[in-house]
C-alpha cells in the first residue's frame, strides 16, 4: 500500500531515519524584506538625522536686495530671479531644520545661483537706466 496525503491517510510511514517532527529544528524567524537584522540599515538613513556643524548660507539677505532692486531696474528678468533666490533661500533653513542636509546644500546653491543671475541682469537694467536718462536730456539738432 502506498501513501496519498491527499487521501488523508495520517501520518507518512516511518523507516526514513528521522525520528519526531523530521528531526529538524526549528529555523530562526526571518526579518521582512529589506531589513537588516540588527533593526536597521548599517550605514543610517542616507542624509537624515540630526544636523552636523552650521547650517549652510541661504543668502536671503542677497535675495531679497535683488527683489527690491529688481523693482526699480529689470522688472521683466531680474525680479522673478530674485523671487526664485528667495524661495530658495527659504528652503534652506526648513529642510536643514528637518534633517535633510543634502537638500539644505542643494537649495543653498540653488539660491546662490539664482542670486548671481538676478545681480547680473540688474546691473544690466541699470546700465540701461543709466543710458536713457543720460541721452534723455540731450536734443541733437
Known amino acids: 500500500m502506498s501513501y496519498d496525503p491527499s487521501q488523508g491517510q495520517g501520518t507518512p510511514p516511518g523507516g526514513y531515519d528521522q525520528p519526531g517532527q523530521y528531526g529538524q529544528p526549528t ?28 547650517a549652510p548660507s541661504s543668502y536671503r539677505a542677497w535675495a531679497v536686495t535683488c527683489i527690491v532692486l529688481g523693482i526699480f531696474f529689470s522688472l521683466i528678468i531680474g525680479l522673478p530671479m ?31 545661483l539664482w542670486s548671481i543671475l538676478s545681480t547680473v541682469f540688474i546691473v544690466i537694467g541699470f546700465i540701461g537706466f543709466i543710458i536713457i536718462v543720460s541721452k534723455g536730456g540731450s536734443t541733437t539738432s
Open 27 to 54: 529555523p530562526p524567524p526571518t526579518p521582512g524584506y529589506g531589513a537588516y537584522p540588527t533593526g536597521g540599515s548599517p550605514y543610517g538613513t542616507p542624509g537624515y538625522g540630526a544636523p552636523v556643524g552650521p
Open 82 to 112: 530674485g523671487i526664485a533666490a528667495n524661495y530658495y533661500a527659504g528652503k534652506v533653513r526648513r529642510n536643514w531644520d528637518m534633517g535633510d542636509q543634502p537638500g539644505a546644500m542643494k537649495a543653498s546653491s540653488r539660491a546662490r
